[in-house]
């Protein structure tokens, strides 16, 4: 290891204090001195143990866990102890590892290393190259690759990772094991996490055959037991001890179940309340069966909940096509017209009230008695799937509602509203995380993205208070560029092409195009790179760097959006070609020579997403285009007719493809393949057959690919929608190294350095771009 990642400046491991927090203290700093020998690894217990030692001695800093024992550590849940725990020193590596931990699981010390390295100059040294990088910000000794550059917003707010999509969360006190955190997902498993460390508090349960759609817990009985209830599409609800874990009854139905609460009726019973997907309101009172209480007209989502209302009664609301008040025995007690369909209900802080989450994502208020309050919050399209009361302080409080892939914080009290941005795809669950004298409060999010992520209360508070957050910069298209000056990354922002020169950390506008840019690529004619770009219209113009003025080629029209483009030029400069594929299933054949259209071919069916272009230095040039279909398209630019070779992947819809024309090894020339399935395959471009077995570990679909050559070795590159990088050897199929970067990828660029080791590589996904550089002759990468 690298001597300068011991201890961090000005933090000397002491500790002169007394008491328990003061032995772990001390037992941490011991640790900590076993885990920085750079002769041997940290002994199993420190891997283990050491973060836990640090938390509760109250020193969980970089000087008592330091990277080496961070990349080892084996205990898990340092992005739990971060937020229940403060220290006096510096965390910056501790952030960066709470980033990466969910994703890396058993991965080997190098990809845990070398993702800890990326992790953590993304964080501290954001837009800045290399060479003004300080010493310690060098990567550790057993990483094979360095950061060069990084443009990469990392969140580091990832509770946790899980294998389903969550769709419901609620907090559970517990009186054996402290607060956990129920999590139902959507493949009808209910797990049990530990709210202060994110581990697993017990095995999860198998609760249903489908997805559940309904968590609840009951208030505490006379005997002070409490209840879980479940409800899901498989047509099931369930009825579980809430302590215990332990099945205790099950209601069924021809239908599947939108809601079910639980708690005690009038005479003290358990009760059961559940909305069916016929918007029937059954009651259910264990052991006896469950009965129709109430009927409402058929809408396409029920919500439900229970509350107290202002004279003490508990009541039951029912939102359908009206919110309608029950009392528990079904009876109606007050009827209230909705101005849109409800998908989500809360309970307010006083009696009586509670707030509805609509199917147009507004929020609206409301009185049992009374009906529909002032306080709104407007909509902007997408449906609530879940809304949560917080209480930052005694007087505020603030409304958490689940829309698209954002959670809108609300405060009703004063109209402000405000947004919470970091999950990759819909959420779907919302809990609050009560505070304790020894554990803040926060805010727990789930989405389809598969992860937890945990919101501070001063994370909701800086947001509330911070004005607009302002919309995501949505990056339309990236491409790499070698130049003599070092490697340029050109990436589009709507009409916006920017450049960064990753040598001088400096990014200029480029130049604005005339409409939105869809697709970019460098080409290479003659002696000029030029940058080529494809827009909404369907045409593809091209941008000279060292003429910006000019019109190196006139416009292409493709005659419909354009999505994709490859390019290729022939080693002599003869031959440059550029590929595009458009809406209208096309795909056009272009020579950058003389701007002409040389091929349209059009047996395409479905969306093409995908193409690749190659010309070798001998034979004709590879090209290649694949997308819904899930079926490859090998086309010969000599035949006009679409008479392509085809090859039937099964990998579901095809998102990337990369081609390999000179191969090492003992390889064929190959065509690389990835899609929905997660899976890569290789095939024989001569023979259209596969090429070794199938190469998995994403969990997610693959979006990026890249092979190439170097030091008579052969490798392909893969980059997923689950955060995930992966470098294979094509000929061992063995996966080298893994890469995590907390946020899905959608493009990579892989590009040997002549007569050197070295591989630049380029990652850009939606949290933005690095460029880092791989030693292929590090002993990590041997074969």
């Known amino acids: 290891m690298t001597g300068h990642h011991d201890t961090p400046r000005g933090h000397e491991l002491e500790d002169d204090g007394n008491g328990e927090a003061a032995v772990h203290a001390r037992i941490a700093a011991q640790l900590a001195a076993l885990s920085t ?20 001695g109250g020193v969980l800093d970089d000087a008592r866990v330091p990277p080496q024992a961070l990349a080892g550590d084996t205990g898990g849940g340092i992005r739990a102890l971060l937020h229940h725990t403060r220290a006096r020193g510096p965390r910056d590596w501790l952030t960066a590892w709470s980033a990466i931990e969910p994703y890396l699981r058993d991965a080997p010390l190098p990809s845990r290393m070398a993702s800890l390295h990326l992790a953590h100059t993304a964080l501290t040294h954001p837009d800045t190259p290399r060479t003004r990088m300080p010493p310690e910000a060098a990567p550790p000794a057993d990483s094979p690759l360095t950061v060069d550059f990084a443009n990469w917003r990392l969140t580091a707010n990832i509770w946790v990772t899980l294998p389903a999509p969550p769709t419901r969360l609620l907090t559970l006190d517990d009186p054996r094991r402290g607060l956990l955190v129920a999590v139902a997902t959507a493949t009808g498993t209910l797990a049990f996490l530990d709210a202060a460390t994110a581990q697993p508090a017990d095995a999860p349960l198998a609760a249903h055959t ?60 358990l009760a059961v309340w559940a909305i069916n997907g016929r918007s029937e309101l059954a009651g259910w009172a264990p052991p006896q069966p469950a009965r129709t ?81 002032p306080a709104t919050a407007p909509g902007h399209g997408e449906p609530v799937k879940d809304l949560c009361r917080l209480a930052l302080d005694d007087e505020s409080v603030v409304l958490a509602a689940a829309r698209g892939r954002t959670v809108t914080l609300w405060e009703p009290a004063t109209a402000t509203v405000a947004e919470l941005r970091g999950h990759t795809d819909t959420v779907t669950a919302l809990a609050a995380l009560p505070e304790s004298p020894d554990r803040p409060g926060a805010l727990l999010s789930g989405a389809a993205d598969a992860t937890l992520r945990l919101w501070t209360a ?42 960064t020169e990753t040598r001088t950390g400096r990014t200029t506008t480029a130049f604005t195009a005339p409409e939105s840019v869809t697709a970019l690529t460098w080409a290479r004619r003659a002696t000029r790179h030029l940058l080529l770009y494809a827009d909404v219209t369907g045409t593809v113009r091209a941008w000279d760097p060292a003429a910006p003025a000019t019109s190196p080629l006139p416009p292409l029209a493709c005659g419909a959006p354009t999505r994709h483009v490859a390019a290729c030029t022939s080693p002599d400069g003869a031959l440059a070609l550029l ?146 990088m992966h470098l294979w050897d094509a000929v061992t199929c063995k996966q080298l190294l893994t890469v995590a970067t907390a946020t899905p990828l959608t493009w990579l660029d892989a590009t040997p350095r002549a007569g050197t080791a070295t591989v630049d590589l380029v990652l850009a996904g939606h949290a933005g771009t690095t460029l880092t550089s791989l030693d292929l002759a590090h002993p990590a990468l041997a074969r």
């Not at 609840?216 to 009985?221: C, L």
């Not at 508070?461 to 070092?486: K, N, Q, V």
């Not at 795909?587 to 479905?606: F, G, I, K």
Request: charge should be negative.
């Open 210 to 269: 489908g997805e559940i759609r309904a968590l609840h817990v009951s208030p505490p009985g006379p005997d002070r037991r409490q209840y879980l209830v479940t409800a899901g599409t498989d047509g099931t609800v369930r009825l579980w001890d809430a302590h215990r874990h332990a099945a205790l009854g099950c209601h069924t139905d021809s239908t599947w179940f939108d809601d079910a609460v639980c708690g005690f009726d009038d005479r003290g019973d």
């Open 458 to 499: 001063a994370d909701i508070e800086h947001r509330l208070t911070a004005g607009p957050t302002p919309a995501p910069r949505h990056t339309t298209g990236t491409a790499l560029w070698h130049s003599d000056s070092g490697p340029r990354i050109a990436t589009a922002h709507g009409t916006r092409v920017r450049l």
């Open 579 to 724: 590929l595009t594929a458009s809406d209208d299933y096309r795909v056009r054949l272009w020579d950058l020579q003389t701007s002409s259209l040389l091929r349209t071919w059009d047996s395409h069916t479905m969306s093409v997403k995908a193409l690749a272009a190659a010309c070798p230095a001998e034979g004709r040039p590879w090209l290649a285009s694949a997308g819904t279909e899930g079926v490859v398209r090998l086309w010969d630019p000599a035949t006009a007719d679409d008479s392509a070779a085809r090859i039937h992947c099964d990998q579901g819809i095809l998102h990337a493809l990369a081609l390999n024309t000179a191969p090492a090894d003992g390889l064929p020339p190959f065509l690389v393949t990835a899609g929905d399935q997660a899976d890569i395959r290789l095939w024989d471009l001569a023979t259209a057959q596969p090429v070794g077995p199938r190469l998995t570990g994403h969990r997610a679909p693959v979006h990026a690919l890249a092979t190439f050559t170097a030091q008579h070795r052969t490798y392909v590159v893969s980059a997923s929608r689950d955060g995930i």
């Open 37 to 56: 020998d750079p002769e041997r690894p940290p002994p199993p217990y420190a891997r283990r143990h050491l973060a836990r030692h640090a938390a509760l």
């Open 293 to 373: 209480v109430a009927t409402a007209p058929r809408v396409l989502r029920g919500a439900l909940t229970t509350l107290v209302d202002t004279d003490g009664e508990r009541v039951l609301v029912h939102a359908a096509h009206d919110l309608t008040v029950h009392h528990l025995d079904g009876m109606v007690r007050a009827v209230h017209p909705l101005p849109t369909p409800v998908r989500t209900l809360t309970v307010g802080a006083e009696p009586g009230l509670f707030y509805c989450g609509h199917a147009d994502g507004s929020l609206t208020s409301w009185s049992a008695t009374e009906g529909r309050l």
